[in-house]
């Protein structure tokens, strides 16, 4: 008796028929998590470990069908589930909600709609959260028919390269300057559509963790210029490592190709997110095996071509080119008369041609 | 002789002047409310009121102030929202440019109901002869002992500061406004929490509009009871509406709520009617934000009654007939407007108001604005109409702000009355695209 009086008390939460357990104050997006992968609704812009973050993406939305045990009336909105929290007896539907479906797809467009879509020479293909999200929600073709904002490519610091044509406007980067790095020199200018993330008068970011701003980036606008177009995702292979480094705790992943470390980054969980921010020194000017202390191959977990068959046409939702050949498909219009029409005979000499030569086992 | 309670001497030479405001019956309402009644009565009487947020939502202003959390030890704020950049509204500038000390008066009054000994005026940023107009109104009213330490006595303090904005429509959301008085960008906040348990500075804080504050002075002098008796039904009190268009009066006009829309355009007290030789064919009732109108709905309901000027009456028939009345910008448009110009170049303006911060409204106000700016010069092609339907429904809702609704209703509501002058403007490029043409096809103008 004694132990039940001292837990929290629990709030049941139903998330696409699906209930689950958890304690005050989570979010339904984290109450969706605690169930998998395939309940937990899409994150562009929510990180975890980042305080402040989320609401911005609009990936997320799902559709309250009841408030809570209490006030089981429905909310009027879809709510971002990165930010809202659970109430007990609420019933939630993501996947489930055909209104929740279109707004994703919806939100896929937009984002899309000033992405310059140069996933086969950018260095985040395979671990890029906009592809695994258009994948899933995207369509084949684009309704969008004028310019795409363009910006030039700037470098940001010795290490980190910015491409702001890619960028999503996520503002993960600049919540990690805020919390993890001592100073942000970087931010948001101007508004809408113009908007871009840039320092302040050409100033670069020197900071000793702000590598870090790469792993948070969802899609390829922050690169790593000690591994820019070195090589793809899938040739490499993750282990996981450690050192003893004065400045961050030195647990990090080092990329193989062959015997050589490409690339290091910092740690992820299942959700893409950074468990520990490594270091620049650790990141960029470490890459020797004989550095670290090897652990051994990372078990990717997280959703990414890098994770076995992520991209195979048999799992659970429909393959690119099933549902590509679906928007397409239109059944053949065979009401017409077809008994007044007679083959045109072709001359003999065309088929005499090439048919001997066919069959003829023999040159 | 119809009720005015906001504009009664706004027409007194030198009202915008302390001593001659005082001499119109100005101030007694803060002496009232301070030295005879407790905050709650003031809130009370508000709320028996029954005003309505005049910024656009119609929000009851007295229920507003009854959410304000009032933990111990925390400052609680009133923050006046004179951001007015609505296309069409311009009734806040009207006031606070002609009879500042009335606004100062509510402010006092609402302050010393919420408890709040610091309040702040956001006024936008292009209406800087304004600031200098109510900087130089809040230090006579200082020197006369209605503002600082101990106001008239009574041992309340209230500094009343003015704070420009930096011209940005999107300051005028209530959490924008916030976070651009707290000195950042002006991105809205995610709510909840709102405003009223965490807003400025993460104190508790109530943010009403210009006309929702100068009613207070009045309902303190005369009592909630009495402004409650005029207007009709829900919709208590007066509005400023700011008409404009193609009308022989245009100007700021105070109506009892319950004026039918039609005396509001025709009769001499107001608009005067369409300009000579022309007909009716649209109206924008309550600013740019809102659907827009064909004539003989904005003049009847669907049922055949008349509509009036009302948060009722203008909403009856959701968006399928109606519309709202928002802000009170009253825009009239003769048959010789473009529909799809106008929807253009409002589509324009949400474009370039835009913040940025989620993707719905970033890109998609864009997408429309291009889409429309090419069917009104003459590349539009014919899937171009569900197109933007389309565009505009996914924004819709979606948003973290009512800005992304904003920019969508005009759109969709547009689509939905004039479909026939998209598609001609799509049919005809060659025509369409002529100077001063416009669609002269089957239309109801009145």
Known sequence: MAEQEIKPQLLKVTIDGIEVEVEPGTTILQAARKIGPAVAPPAMCYYQPLKGSGGKCRACLVRVAAGSAKDPRPMPKLVASCLTAVQDGMIVENETSPQVIDARNGVVEFLLLNHPLDCPVCDQAGECDLQNFAFDHGKATTRYEEDRRTFEKRDIGPFIQLHMTRCILCYRCVYTADQITNKRVHGVMNRGDASEISTYIEKAIDNDFSGNVIDVCPVGALTDKTYRFKNRVWFTKPVDAHRDCPTCSGNVTLWYRGDEVIRVTARKNEWSEVTEFICNTCRFETKKTSDWTIEGPTKISRSSVIAANKYRADTIKPSFGERMAAADYKPIDDKRDTSQLTIQQLPPERFAKVLPAALDPEP | ?446
Request: with cysteine; glycine share 12%.
């Open chain 2, 1 to 446: 002789m119809a009720t005015k309670i906001l504009t009664e001497h706004i027409n007194v030479p030198g009202i915008e002047t302390f001593d001659v405001y005082r001499k119109q019956g100005g101030y007694t309402a803060v002496e009232k409310a301070i030295k005879t009644m407790t905050p709650e009565a003031i809130v009370e009487e508000v709320k028996k009121a029954g005003v309505r947020g005049r910024g656009g939502a119609g929000f009851p202003m007295g229920m507003k102030w009854s959410f304000l959390a009032k933990p111990e030890g925390v400052p609680r704020y009133l923050v006046c929202n004179a951001d007015e950049s609505e296309p069409g509204t311009f009734k806040d500038h009207y006031l606070m440019k002609n009879i500042p000390h009335l606004l100062i008066e509510g402010m006092i009054i609402s302050s010393f109901a919420l408890g709040a000994n610091k309040s702040f005026i956001y006024v936008r940023g292009e209406l800087m002869y304004v600031i200098h107009i109510l900087e130089k109104a809040i230090a006579e009213a200082t020197a006369k002992g209605f503002l600082g330490k101990n106001i008239l006595g009574s041992g309340y303090d209230l500094e009343l500061v003015v704070q420009p904005g930096g011209g940005a429509y999107i300051c005028g959301e209530e959490t924008a406004l916030l976070e651009s008085l707290e000195g950042k960008r002006g991105n809205p906040r995610n709510k909840p929490p709102f405003p009223a348990v965490k807003g400025l500075y993460q104190s508790p804080t109530v943010v009403n509009n210009v006309e929702s504050i100068a009613t207070t002075a009045w309902i303190i002098n005369n009592g909630g009871d009495a402004y409650a008796g005029v207007g009709i039904g829900r919709s208590t009190g007066t509005k400023l509406i700011s008409a404009s268009g193609h009308i022989n009066k245009p100007g700021v006009y105070e109506i009892e709520l319950g004026v039918p829309v039609e005396d509001f355009i025709y009769a001499d007290e107001w608009c005067g009617g369409i300009r000579p030789g022309h007909k009716f064919k649209a109206l924008v009732a309550g600013g740019s934000s809102v659907p827009i109108l064909p004539a003989n709905l904005a003049l009847t309901l669907a049922n055949g009654e008349k509509r009036l000027m009302s948060y009722e009456s203008l909403s009856d028939g959701g968006f399928a007939t109606g519309t709202m009345l928002g802000s009170g910008g009253f825009i009239v448009f003769d048959e010789t407007s473009c529909i799809v110009r106008n929807t253009w170049n409002f589509s324009r303006f949400y474009h370039h108001e835009s913040c940025g911060q989620c993707s719905p409204c970033r890109e998609g106000t864009g997408w429309m604005e291009k889409v429309l700016h090419r069917i009104e010069h003459g590349h539009g092609h014919q899937q171009d109409i569900d197109l933007l339907v389309d565009v505009a429904k996914k924004i819709e809702g979606n948003t973290i702000c009512p800005l992304g609704d904003a920019a969508a209703w005009p759109v969709a509501s547009a689509i939905r009355h004039f479909r026939d002058e998209f598609q001609w403007h799509i049919d005809n490029p060659a025509e369409a695209t002529q100077p001063g043409a416009v669609y002269r096809g089957d239309m109801a103008l009145v």
